[in-house]
């Protein structure tokens, strides 16, 4: 990075900015839609920070390791570009607002990025070195998205904010609030539009979609899927993350009426041993979510998995981990991310007191997890061996290099957390969607040849 030192303390007449995105595909969302409200406003996008008037650091607080990455890369850019201005927005925003400008005065701003529509308003107190610190209440409403952090023929359509699962361990009702659901004919008409602008895959996320209008008292996401459904073209429909507590047995049948609503499903179940799911704030068994899969199953055999496993949790002993062990066996879900518990601050779970609270060293919370992780590795790769032979529908990425290699997806593959198809061609393109027969694995990807050559 080229280090600046102009006094911008006036409003730029040309006004550019760039974005730096941390965080998950919810948060990313919430940057395209910064950036959108900021070009509908005049300022101009850019790919660098070396020619931005404006930094914004668009942060993740959701535990401890990616609040340090936030500071660190906010700290970063202050110290690289002394005579610009950066604005901290996102999730360590929304937590931690004035304390945040407190711990790093270099700040030009706090901005909770729950409302991307206000962003103008705060810009306009920014280049006055007012330092601003504004959280605006949440306002779902979005500027159609012409520019995407991800490839875009593949993108993310929030339907909620917020979340009222209240897991004792998740920092996210403090960050957001209670779930606040978009308006339905609002996330139809953008699906639409994402459509007709060209978009092929779009995964909808929530912090849990089964809880889409469940704050107005309506379970909607049957509803909104049926709407989706609708809607004329050739697309695909992902649906990532469902809370296990909330499965909606109804959306099993619309994926299964549907070719186009992919039967890939993120549950993240997180433990097995009932002691550990109860501390948690959570509802179900290792035989509850044993039957939720084989139930999918029987509808849907070509159903695929992905969920999240946590160790370290207070209290977890040898006999629950062990239930885990033995639920990962007998789930052989697809996909898993592993991580190990973080305490956070104000979380019913930072508070547990007595033999509960006994605490879990990180070296064995993080042992725990290279365990899972190895057995998972051989799960994965068995379970990508029973693809080889068939044929799929493969959304081509890019190309690699100078070779006529390209990155795919199937249907079994979600966008960034999961594995690749790797295809040989001389005609094909990225965009294109190809027909494709799997050859053979490597590692956690797989390779194919193209039907369409």
């Given at each position: 990075m080229n280090q600046e030192n102009t006094n911008s303390s006036s409003f730029p007449t040309t006004k550019s900015f760039y974005v730096e995105n941390l965080g998950c595909s919810k948060n990313q969302v919430d940057a395209e839609n910064i950036i959108s409200t900021l070009v509908g406003e005049g300022w101009i996008s850019v790919d660098t920070a070396d020619d931005a008037q404006l930094i914004i650091v668009n942060t993740c607080g959701f535990i401890k390791s990616a609040k340090e990455e936030s500071i660190n890369t906010i700290l970063d850019f202050t110290s690289a570009y002394p005579g610009k201005k950066v604005l901290a927005a996102g999730c360590l925003s929304e937590r931690y607002n004035q304390q945040l400008m407190e711990m790093i005065p270099e700040l030009s701003g706090v901005f909770g990025s729950m409302a991307p529509s206000h962003i103008p308003e705060v810009l306009d107190a920014v280049f006055k070195?007012?330092?601003?610190?504004?959280?605006?209440?949440?306002?779902?409403?979005?500027?159609?998205?012409?520019?995407?952090?991800?490839?875009d023929r593949s993108v993310y359509v929030k339907i909620a904010e917020g979340c009222n699962n209240r897991c004792t361990y998740c920092a996210i009702p403090i960050i957001k609030g209670d779930l606040k659901s978009r308006p339905f004919d609002d996330i139809v008409s953008e699906v639409r539009q994402l459509i007709t602008d060209g978009a092929f895959e779009l995964n909808l996320i929530a912090q849990d979609l089964a809880g889409y209008g469940t704050d107005s008292g309506q379970k909607d996401l049957p509803r909104l899927l049926r709407a989706i459904s609708a809607i004329e073209g050739d697309f695909w429909i992902r649906l990532l993350y469902i809370h296990p507590d909330r499965f909606i047995d109804e959306v099993v049948d619309i994926i299964k009426g549907d070719k186009r609503f992919l039967p890939y499903f993120d549950i993240p179940f997180q433990h097995a041993s009932e002691k550990i799911l109860r501390k948690m704030g959570r509802r179900g068994t290792a035989q509850s979510h044993l039957k939720m899969i084989q139930s999918i199953k029987d509808k849907l055999p070509e159903a695929v998995f992905r969920s999240t496993f946590m160790t370290g949790f207070p209290g977890e002993n040898n006999g629950d981990f062990k239930d885990l062990l033995d639920f990962q066996e007998q789930a052989e879900i697809n996909w898993v991310g592993f991580f190990t518990y973080s305490r956070e601050e104000d979380t019913p779970a930072w508070s547990y007191r007595g033999a509960f609270a006994?605490?879990?060293?990180?070296?064995?919370?993080?042992?725990?997890?290279?365990?899972?992780?190895?057995?998972?590795?051989?799960?994965?790769q068995r379970l990508l061996d029973t693809f080889i032979g068939r044929e799929y529908d493969v959304l081509i990425e890019e190309k690699v290099g100078e070779e006529n290699l390209y990155l795919g997806r199937t249907y079994f593959q979600a966008p960034e957390v999961d594995g690749l198809t790797v295809i040989h061609s001389e005609t094909i393109r990225p965009g294109d969607v190809?027909?494709?027969?799997?050859?053979?694995?490597?590692?956690?990807?797989?390779?194919?040849?193209?039907?369409?050559?």
């Amino acid at each position: 990075m080229n280090q600046e030192n102009t006094n911008s303390s006036s409003f730029p007449t040309t006004k550019s900015f760039y974005v730096e995105n941390l965080g998950c595909s919810k948060n990313q969302v919430d940057a395209e839609n910064i950036i959108s409200t900021l070009v509908g406003e005049g300022w101009i996008s850019v790919d660098t920070a070396d020619d931005a008037q404006l930094i914004i650091v668009n942060t993740c607080g959701f535990i401890k390791s990616a609040k340090e990455e936030s500071i660190n890369t906010i700290l970063d850019f202050t110290s690289a570009y002394p005579g610009k201005k950066v604005l901290a927005a996102g999730c360590l925003s929304e937590r931690y607002n004035q304390q945040l400008m407190e711990m790093i005065p270099e700040l030009s701003g706090v901005f909770g990025s729950m409302a991307p529509s206000h962003i103008p308003e705060v810009l306009d107190a920014v280049f006055k070195d007012e330092k601003p610190v504004v959280i605006p209440e949440a306002d779902l409403s979005v500027t159609p998205r012409k520019k995407f952090f991800s490839f875009d023929r593949s993108v993310y359509v929030k339907i909620a904010e917020g979340c009222n699962n209240r897991c004792t361990y998740c920092a996210i009702p403090i960050i957001k609030g209670d779930l606040k659901s978009r308006p339905f004919d609002d996330i139809v008409s953008e699906v639409r539009q994402l459509i007709t602008d060209g978009a092929f895959e779009l995964n909808l996320i929530a912090q849990d979609l089964a809880g889409y209008g469940t704050d107005s008292g309506q379970k909607d996401l049957p509803r909104l899927l049926r709407a989706i459904s609708a809607i004329e073209g050739d697309f695909w429909i992902r649906l990532l993350y469902i809370h296990p507590d909330r499965f909606i047995d109804e959306v099993v049948d619309i994926i299964k009426g549907d070719k186009r609503f992919l039967p890939y499903f993120d549950i993240p179940f997180q433990h097995a041993s009932e002691k550990i799911l109860r501390k948690m704030g959570r509802r179900g068994t290792a035989q509850s979510h044993l039957k939720m899969i084989q139930s999918i199953k029987d509808k849907l055999p070509e159903a695929v998995f992905r969920s999240t496993f946590m160790t370290g949790f207070p209290g977890e002993n040898n006999g629950d981990f062990k239930d885990l062990l033995d639920f990962q066996e007998q789930a052989e879900i697809n996909w898993v991310g592993f991580f190990t518990y973080s305490r956070e601050e104000d979380t019913p779970a930072w508070s547990y007191r007595g033999a509960f609270a006994s605490k879990i060293s990180e070296k064995k919370a993080v042992k725990r997890k290279a365990i899972l992780e190895e057995k998972q590795t051989l799960i994965t790769q068995r379970l990508l061996d029973t693809f080889i032979g068939r044929e799929y529908d493969v959304l081509i990425e890019e190309k690699v290099g100078e070779e006529n290699l390209y990155l795919g997806r199937t249907y079994f593959q979600a966008p960034e957390v999961d594995g690749l198809t790797v295809i040989h061609s001389e005609t094909i393109r990225p965009g294109d969607v190809v027909r494709a027969k799997i050859t053979k694995r490597n590692g956690m990807d797989l390779e194919a040849v193209s039907l369409e050559e």
